[in-house]
């Protein structure tokens, strides 16, 4: 599985950006994918994830309310909607492959796409 995050960039705070993740290869067969964030000097945290099938997402507690993960099985993508964006959101944003166990742990992926970075201004 190959991903290839796009979309990051400049944005004020309030303002809005999605991200995309496209998995090449194979039709994306696994049961989901997540988004992780890095800030620098901190650890990658999970941002959210959606099933593959069903489209059922999880987000996390920073998130919730302002960020939407979507996906079109179609085109093999998944999307990072990300509203009301804050500086505190600035990070390297990665999406990944889920292989087993919790989404929110980065062990729990095998797969991960390059990084796309977002920049939040206050």
């Known amino acids: 599985v190959q991903l290839q995050a796009s979309g990051g960039g400049l944005v004020q705070a309030g303002g809005s950006l999605r991200l995309s993740c496209a998995a090449s290869?194979?039709?994306?067969?696994?049961?989901?994918m997540g988004w992780f964030r890095q800030a620098p000097g901190k650890e990658r945290e999970f941002v959210g994830a959606?099933?593959?099938?069903?489209?059922?997402?999880v987000y996390a507690d920073s998130v919730k309310g302002r960020f939407t993960i979507s996906r079109d099985t179609a085109k093999n993508t998944a999307y990072l909607q990300m509203n009301s964006l804050k500086p505190e959101d600035s990070a390297v944003y990665y999406c990944?492959?889920?292989?087993?166990?919790?989404?929110?742990?980065?062990?729990?992926?095998?797969?991960w796409g390059q990084g796309t970075l977002v920049t939040v201004s206050s």
């Open positions: 959606i099933t593959w099938s069903s489209g059922h997402t």
């Open positions: 290869g194979r039709t994306f067969s696994r049961y989901a």
């Open positions: 990944a492959a889920h292989y087993r166990g919790s989404f929110i742990y980065t062990l729990s992926y095998d797969y």
